[in-house]
DNA sequence: TTGTACGCGTTATCAT
DNA sequence: ATGATAACGCGTACAA
């Protein structure tokens, strides 16, 4: 391995000369580049990233901020960050917020210590104000919020129609023949989780359903109070659908009311979010609303590259629109 | 924001002072130690970790490189593996293979040009030489592999005794019961999943159960005949027993069973491997193996920082056990 | 078109 | 115990 020393010495050329052949500068003739470059190859040179960072400013590293990476939505969102950055020649550093504002506000930090050109982050439950930006804006280290976003202005974010999502998923078990519609909600600290019940609500009203609160509720994670609770539901109020907020959860309904003994979809029609790859392998496969959460990432990582080239501070908002995946859930068989 | 300059210029003292007290040399007054200390901190003093990586040789940084980062085996270690480094000040840059070894080697490069101090790394499937092995001592980049390890002496590894926990699957089987049992079994060409089978087979001959390969088969992944074969093993061969080679399998192997009217435990014990959080989820909720990714993670992040200050090549190998969690699938109800 | 020389921010060596 | 200065490997303004 070799830096561009050796290559000046073996070529005879001078280090300016070898750098810009490197960096592709216009001003060598075809000559002087194929000489370097094949000296190049022949030492097998390997740039010294790190001095290029302290000389030009610039690392080639993303900093990348989720609550839990061990979460297979936001594994697959680092997924799509990575195979779209990666392809750009940039690298990512990972780090972990475990919803705490404390160690997102730490990982910030190194982020910066390490002279990270961008940052992605998709923040912590717990935060409420971002105390980071302005330094961030002083260092012109460019940040893009994912999925879930700080309810601010100026800022540039990528994130999911959930209120479409939720729309979709409620509009189809109508759609299905459902009748009496409850919604599982998620917790509602989360600018997202409001919005699918807000999407919830919507449908609701749009077709006639006459919605109220009563018709949402969250989960105990008791399975015998929530079975009690399903069980009334279903049997004194005739529910006969319900959406709810993620795919775990609906599984874990799924399991408690085939457990009453009704039949799904027959019985009870039911629908989830998230297309989380278990989907498929429980019985009866769940329906479910697709979160394109590889998409977000390339998205997200596309947004932070653009931003590097543009120093204005561009306000921009993706918005991804999620996708309606019908399975055996929801499915009224057609005969 | 500021530098050790800043620091100078305040205090009056020189750079290499600074830089003393803030790398704890021993060799400064408490004194100046206190001044400095002082001064760092009404500057909002930053360390540029890029220049320092530059100076010393040390980036602060490991890289890790996974087959896929969204497969929740992974994301755990990674979890484990961010969890320890980062409180020892390193942070972690990610890479993922997709089970190519190009990407694999491409991986690798980046890092080294990036000046990793050391890599994790669980290998591709493609994977069976290593040519960067060479390289990586050349530039004393040590690297420890996890998880998936190659078939080659004097290496630093980290692995999970899957033959054990097959064993102990195999055996718990047995013990509740099972009389006659078959493996489904994971892609032999990964060494693991040679040791479960392995397990397995060793189990079986133990307690006096005839082993032949007639009782390990591989899933086709097509529902018609992956559910024509189970129903056949256990109609004909009386088969009351599957240990599968991981979690998502047994669920679908579990649907597979229920479809066909058996009850579990009853008419079939099952039990998984990999202790996948949707494992109680579903109904019933499924038997496995744990295999202390989160550890595993740990433990790698361990052994990486412990090679970055001994430079002899030692040889580790640094083996988890796994641990038998017992859920509805197999177990077989007291009265 | 090519070369010279300085600087990025820190650490390490040598002197005091 | 502290200071002056070189060096890490590269990029670029300026000179040629």
Redesign the interface.
């Known amino acids: 391995?070799s830096g561009i020393k050796d290559i000046a010495k073996k070529t005879g050329l001078s280090l300016a000369t070898i750098s810009r052949v490197l960096n592709n500068s216009p001003l060598v003739s075809e000559k002087t580049k194929r000489i370097v470059l094949n000296a190049a190859q022949a030492l097998d040179y390997?740039?010294?990233?790190?001095?290029a960072?302290?000389r030009s400013g610039k690392?080639k590293?993303i900093g990348v901020i989720v609550p839990?990476?061990?979460?297979?939505f936001f594994?697959?969102i680092?997924?799509g960050i990575?195979?779209y950055i990666?392809k750009k020649g940039y690298?990512?550093?990972?780090?972990?917020s475990h919803e705490s504002q404390k160690k997102e506000l730490h990982a910030i930090?190194?982020f910066?210590?390490?002279?990270v050109d961008g940052i992605l982050i998709s923040i912590s439950k717990e935060s409420t104000n971002f105390p980071f930006l302005d330094?961030l804006e002083?260092?012109k280290i460019p940040i893009v919020f994912f999925d879930r976003n700080p309810q601010i202005d100026n800022i540039k974010e990528v994130v999911l129609d959930d209120f479409s999502g939720a729309y979709m998923a409620t509009e189809h078990l109508i759609q299905q023949g459902g009748n009496t519609l409850i919604h599982i909600a998620g917790n509602q600290n989360l600018s997202l989780y409001k919005d699918r019940k807000k999407g919830f609500q919507s449908a609701m009203e749009h077709y006639q359903r006459n919605f109220t609160e009563n018709q949402v509720l969250e989960l105990r994670k008791n399975i015998t109070q929530d079975t009690q609770v399903l069980q009334e539901l279903i049997k004194k109020n005739n529910v006969d659908s319900i959406f709810v907020n993620g795919d775990?959860d609906c599984?874990?309904v799924l399991?408690i009311i085939?457990?009453l003994g009704y039949k799904i979809p027959t019985d009870v029609k039911l629908i989830g979010f998230g297309n989380l790859?278990?989907g498929v392998?429980?019985?009866p496969s769940i329906s479910t609303i697709d979160q394109r959460a590889e998409d977000m990432g390339m998205v997200a990582a596309k947004t932070i590259l653009q931003s590097l080239n543009e120093n204005q501070p561009i306000t921009i908002k993706e918005v991804l629109s999620p996708k309606l995946i019908v399975r055996e859930s929801s499915r009224v068989i057609s005969n």
């Open positions: 391995m390997q740039p010294n990233l790190t001095a960072a302290l690392s590293i839990e990476i061990n979460n297979p594994s697959s680092i997924n990575e195979q990666g690298s990512i550093i990972i780090a972990q930090q190194s910066v210590k390490l002279n330094k002083q260092e775990e599984i874990y399991n085939k457990s790859s278990i392998l429980v019985q």
